[in-house]
């Protein structure tokens, strides 16, 4: 496979917010893609310095979009989908959506063979054991996300490591787009070189840990954290803090993005023109052999305080 990758190809034209507040031009840059076909030692060696690999292609395009239609034709019924398209484009529509429903079906929808295929597809599969070096472990809390245009929804600033404190830190993250997610319809953004700021933190909540019970410890909503662990809400001035930008992509359907457990990342609001939702899957893996933490050897449910 060869995929032109050019880094800073786009110009950061597009305005991207979150929680009413938007990144300005010279805080907001482009993740670089890598090619998958350069080998396993140079992708680790990308993943390592810079805390994230965004692997393009990675995954049979025509199988991902055929799964995003298969999600929204299950989500069709709770009127989250403008009726008279193909459910693959995943056109949302303007009103009227049932939400008890549509968080029942999600319930389902993430206990599903289908979905537990998609996750556990070959290509997948394959590059995990051979990333991790040995006997890849994907945890059975595996997240899905739709997140409809022109709403307020964006996943706060956090990294990974916070809610997954019960085992081994040798943790990846795989961050799937299921369809075409340009930056304005609101994918991860990734704090540049954030996974040293991530370390660093860690390593303060552990000194200052001491006080905490041993499960207070391991939970993300104990009483030295920020409510639901988030590191912030508000982007532009974390960039500032730290001095340094927010990594935007414009991802194609049939990438992964895996990033480290220290990884700052987020994602901004979902404003596209044609009204697509914005679907992704994220889930976590590991070595076999590591440390494995228990809490996350159930489905996800919604209220889980995971
Ligand atoms: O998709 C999102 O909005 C958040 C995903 C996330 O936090 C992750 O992949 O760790």
Redesign the pocket.
């Known amino acids: 496979m060869s995929i032109a990758l050019n880094a800073e190809a786009r110009e950061p034209e597009v305005t991207l917010a979150a929680h009413g507040r938007t990144l300005p031009a010279e805080r907001l840059g482009w993740l670089t893609p890598t090619d998958p076909a350069i080998g396993i030692d140079a992708i680790r060696a990308r993943y390592e310095e810079h805390g994230y690999v965004w692997l393009k292609g990675l995954l049979p395009r025509a199988d991902v979009i055929d799964f995003r239609g298969w999600v929204f034709a299950r989500l069709a019924e709770t009127g989250l989908l403008e009726p008279g398209h193909d459910f693959s484009l995943g056109i949302a529509a303007a009103e009227g959506v049932d939400w008890n429903l549509a968080n029942r079906r999600l319930m389902s929808i993430v206990r599903s063979a289908a979905y537990e295929g998609f996750c556990a597809q070959p290509p997948l599969v394959r590059f995990m054991d051979n990333f991790l070096g040995g006997i890849s472990y994907l945890h059975k809390r595996k997240?899905m996300?739709y997140?409809q245009p022109g709403t307020t929804m964006a996943?706060p600033a956090?990294y990974?490591l916070v809610y997954l404190r019960g085992g081994t830190s040798r943790l990846v993250?795989a961050?799937i787009p299921i369809g075409d997610i340009p930056a304005e319809m609101g994918g991860?953004v990734y704090l540049e070189g954030s996974h040293a700021l991530g370390r660093g933190m860690e390593a303060e909540f552990r000194a200052r840990s001491g006080d905490l019970t041993p499960e207070e410890r391991i939970s993300a909503y104990n009483s030295h954290m920020a409510e639901g662990g988030w590191v912030s809400k508000d982007l532009p001035a974390m960039a500032e803090r730290f001095d340094r930008r927010w990594l935007a992509a414009d991802y194609e359907a049939g990438d992964v993005v895996l990033?480290s457990p220290y990884m700052i990342?987020a994602?901004t609001t979902n404003e596209d023109r044609a009204r697509r939702l914005r679907l992704?899957t994220?889930i976590r893996y590991q070595n076999v052999d590591d440390e494995i933490d228990a809490r996350w050897s159930n489905h996800w449910s919604l209220g889980d305080m995971l």
């Open positions: 997240l996300r997140v996943t956090h990974d993250t961050w991860l990033h990342h994602a992704s994220d």
